[in-house]
């Protein structure tokens, strides 16, 4: 836990930039971020699946646009 306390004659914007720069340096800010934005890696399973999806929608895409309905 980072502490910050206030010094004889300090003040309270002197005090806050003590404390913020404390945590910055200790890296707690970063830790929670990468916790907060973590993904799980996606299986191969799934990459192939999404890629099949994708390559099948272009083909329609593709075979519309030659009929002239889009």
Excluded: C
């Amino acid at each position: 836990m980072i502490e910050a306390k206030k010094k004889e004659g300090e003040s309270a914007g002197a005090l806050f930039f003590r404390f913020s720069r404390k945590v910055k340096r200790s890296g707690v800010l970063k830790e929670a971020k990468s916790r907060r934005f973590h993904d799980r890696p996606v299986t191969r399973l799934k990459r192939r699946i999404s890629a099949l999806h994708r390559e099948s929608k272009k083909q329609e895409i593709e075979r519309l646009k030659r009929a002239g309905m889009i």
